[in-house]
């Protein structure tokens, strides 16, 4: 059953509270989850009770997405607020320097996160920030298009739609290569998420300008992309390659933007070899 704790930051804005929303389990090292913009934790599902074997896995919402509140008024959400709020949660859960893993945007959070020596080991799958601003608009209007989409449906349709293998790919073929493997509850739950999220926008006004360009050195990063990846194209993997020299880039194949779900067995080895 997934928990909220609540605790004070403070940023360039001021000082506030911050809830966030979590899900914990397993035993070993801390591993901190980290979702995608407009999903929530339940996207680390399909290789939560593999990891959680060999880790005490903490998956997270992110403020402003899944079940935690935005963040508070007047708050950015640009990577300067954003990061240390992740920091403060570490220690509200007395989390030292535990490993992290995140996708798209977890994934560049999770690279910041090293870059400023607040975790032990990255593992980044098809982070965001090493795209073109070409490639950065089209990923950003693929995005409105979904947010559009789910928020125009009525429930109703959209569990009709989840009930079928080609409504679960209209509904999520941008960010699965095998949608039809995603259950229809968790197709309908995610749906909402992205229709829901109060950080949506902001989290993609913050993100026009963003190119992550610095190396994260004195610990292990790993960077995968699936091989199908339609939202961030894999080509942008050699770029984080070049971005972090000693980062150990990996080809995910045949997965898409969210590979957990795509091949749950092979994203669980990626992320317990990243953490080692």
């Known amino acids: 059953m ?18 966030v929303e979590y899900e914990r389990m397993g035993d070993g090292e801390p591993l901190l989850l980290l979702h995608g913009i407009g999903h929530h934790w339940q996207a680390w599902q399909p290789v939560l009770e593999i990891l959680a ?33 992740l920091g403060a949660l570490c220690e509200a859960l007395d989390l030292d320097r535990p490993h992290v893993a995140g996708n798209s945007l977890g994934g560049l959070l999770a690279l910041e996160l090293g ?35 789910a928020r125009s449906m009525p429930l109703p349709m959209i569990r ?35 229709r829901g999220a109060t950080g949506f926008g902001r989290t993609l006004a913050a993100g026009r300008g963003v190119r992550f360009a610095r190396d994260v050195t004195g610990l292990p990063v790993t960077v995968a992309w699936g091989t199908r990846d339609r939202l961030l194209l894999p080509r942008q993997g050699v770029r984080a390659k070049r971005a972090v020299p000693a980062a ?17 067995a092979l994203v669980a080895r990626v992320l317990l070899d990243g953490s080692r």
Request: glycine share 10%; with cysteine; charged share 20%.
């Open 2 to 19: 997934a928990v909220r704790v609540s605790f004070p930051v403070e940023s360039r804005q001021g000082s506030g509270t911050v809830s």
């Open 53 to 85: 074997a060999e880790r005490e896995v903490i998956a997270v919402d992110l403020p402003g997405f899944g079940a935690s509140p935005a963040l508070p008024d007047g708050f950015a959400y640009d990577l300067p607020t954003v990061v240390p709020v």
């Open 115 to 149: 870059h400023r020596k607040l975790v032990r080991s990255v593992t980044a799958l098809s982070p965001a920030g090493f795209w073109t601003e070409g490639e950065r608009r089209y990923a950003f209007g693929a995005l409105l298009a979904m947010r559009r989409g």
């Open 160 to 194: 009709r739609l989840s009930r079928s293998s080609a409504g679960r790919a209209a509904l999520t073929s941008t960010i699965y290569a095998r949608p039809g493997r995603r259950s229809p509850e968790a197709v309908v739950a995610e749906t909402l998420a992205l």
């Open 248 to 264: 150990r880039l990996v080809r995910l194949p045949g997965c898409g933007h969210v590979p957990m779900n795509d091949d749950p």
